[in-house]
């Protein structure tokens, strides 16, 4: 049972353009939702969090929304670059405990 | 360094033999995760400590798998017996509690041949 998942296993995009990467969930109960980023070799960089009282929060070129209804959080990149080419992860979690991850996001910004 | 340290990098193993994996947090961050990441997967849970308490060890496979953080700092990972299903990067991530991200460290790759 997938709680959490990124249905687009890959995405490119020409830099300097709007990159949307996507996930959903199924567990009701998650407060708090983040965004990884992975380089090959490399453990996951934290990116972007947010809780569950909050519908949006931005930092820099990072912006992550959060639609409680629907149970699905995106992650905007604007403008993109290609030093962001990498694996993204969404991940959520009940009370800041345990994460789950989703399969994770191949971006690829084109110069 | 200030990040999560994780040893060694890379780690063979005959099937059968016993492996231990070694995690050194950030200094001063009470909690410390494992998780196992298969190949073309995210990370999946394995443990969490708090101090040097286990407060959940429900992602743990088998009881194969054990782990200890004796003095609420390193953490160090054990698999009994291997098997090739273990084969996968372990990773570790530290925080200081509360509603703060977690920091990985770069992983341990383990491959049973």
């Known amino acids: 049972d997938q709680q959490v998942k990124q249905n687009s296993p890959s995405l490119s995009v020409q830099e300097g353009r709007i990159s949307i990467l996507n996930c959903d969930y199924t567990?009701?109960?998650?407060?708090?939702f983040l965004w990884y980023k992975k380089y090959p070799a490399e453990g996951p960089t934290f990116l972007i969090s947010?809780?569950?009282?909050?519908d949006k929060n931005e930092d820099g070129r990072f912006t992550v929304f959060l639609n409680k209804s629907a149970k699905h959080l995106s992650l905007h990149i604007v403008p993109s670059q290609p030093g962001d080419s990498a694996v993204y992860f969404c991940?959520?979690?009940?009370?800041?405990?345990?994460?789950?991850f989703g399969q994770g996001t191949t971006l690829q910004v084109k110069p | 360094g200030a990040g999560v340290s994780q040893s060694p990098r890379y780690k063979v193993a005959k099937r059968g033999q016993d492996v231990a994996l070694r995690c050194d947090p950030i200094?001063?961050?009470?909690?410390l995760f494992w998780y196992q990441q298969a190949l073309g997967q995210g990370p999946e849970f394995l443990t969490y400590?708090?101090?040097?308490?286990?407060?959940?060890k429900s992602g743990l496979p088998s009881d194969r798998f054990f782990a200890e953080r004796p003095e609420g700092s390193v953490s160090t990972l054990k698999i009994q017996r291997t098997q090739q299903e273990d084969s996968a990067v372990y990773l570790c991530?530290?925080?200081?509690?509360?509603?703060?991200?977690?920091?990985f460290g770069d992983g341990t790759r383990l491959s049973i041949l």
């Open positions: 947010i809780s569950s009282i909050k």
């Open positions: 991530a530290s925080n200081p509690g509360g509603d703060q991200p977690q920091h």
């Open positions: 400590f708090q101090n040097e308490a286990q407060l959940d």
């Open positions: 200094s001063g961050h009470v909690s």
């Open positions: 991940a959520a979690s009940v009370h800041t405990g345990k994460l789950i």
């Open positions: 567990n009701s109960m998650f407060d708090y």
